[in-house]
């Protein structure tokens, strides 16, 4: 079992509001995002919010997964990503690994996190395992216990991506269709409905 850490706490600010309780495919992007990861089998499954969080824990349901507030959330997504995996240490001191994801990336499957999840188990050595798209590797991503203070050490907007694109330990890729498709702004939602109602 690989711990999941949701990164869900920004504002949506180039969207005009809460990303995390849009609704697309008859489920909120938030909502969808943890279903799949239940699928997937990840455990445990920690939310990480911060803003509009009393909203979120009104609309979204989030039995059975954990939720982590981030009080510095103003600060970007590396604040969340240090709260996430201090409470994932918390709870596991002794994990080997844990995979960050993000909720506005609505063609995330269970098969794509469970393709991340083998190839991580297919290793011999601790190794990062990161979603291929648009040329890139990114999240979601299954980072080892070993690049964890790596993680911790980000500060402010710079997210998982500066480790994926100097990784100190060997990174393997997956395919993930449809992976650079995210919801920042309004024209993201129009173009995500439209291919979903497609």
């Known amino acids: 079992m690989i711990p999941a850490i949701i990164l869900a706490a920004g504002a949506s600010r180039r969207l005009g509001r809460p990303k995390q309780l849009v609704p697309i495919m008859q489920e909120t992007l938030l909502g969808r995002t943890v279903r ?3 699928d997937a089998g990840a455990n445990p499954i920690l939310v990480v919010l911060g803003a509009y969080r009393d909203e ?7 039995t059975g997964v954990q939720t982590i507030f981030n009080p510095e959330w103003e600060q970007g997504i590396a ?5 996430g995996l201090i409470a994932v240490r918390q709870l596991l001191p002794d994990v080997a690994a844990a995979m960050l994801l993000v909720c506005d990336q609505p063609w995330l499957s269970a098969d794509h996190l469970e393709r991340l999840v083998t190839a991580f188990d297919e290793r ?6 990161a979603s291929a798209y648009a ?4 999240i979601p991503a299954i980072f080892p ?4 203070a790596a993680l911790l050490n980000l500060r402010g907007d710079e997210g998982a991506r500066r480790l994926l694109r100097a990784p100190r330990c060997p990174l393997i890729t997956v ?6 498709v995210d919801v920042d702004t309004p024209a993201d939602l129009e173009n995500a409905v439209r291919t979903s109602e497609g």
Request: net charge negative.
């Open 145 to 148: 216990a070993s690049e964890f």
């Open 79 to 83: 604040s969340s990503i240090r709260a």
């Open 124 to 129: 011999s050595k601790p190794a990062i395992v």
């Open 36 to 38: 799949v990861v239940k």
């Open 135 to 138: 040329g890139v590797a990114g």
């Open 175 to 180: 395919t993930f269709e449809g992976g650079e």
């Open 56 to 62: 979120i824990t009104g609309g979204v349901d989030l």
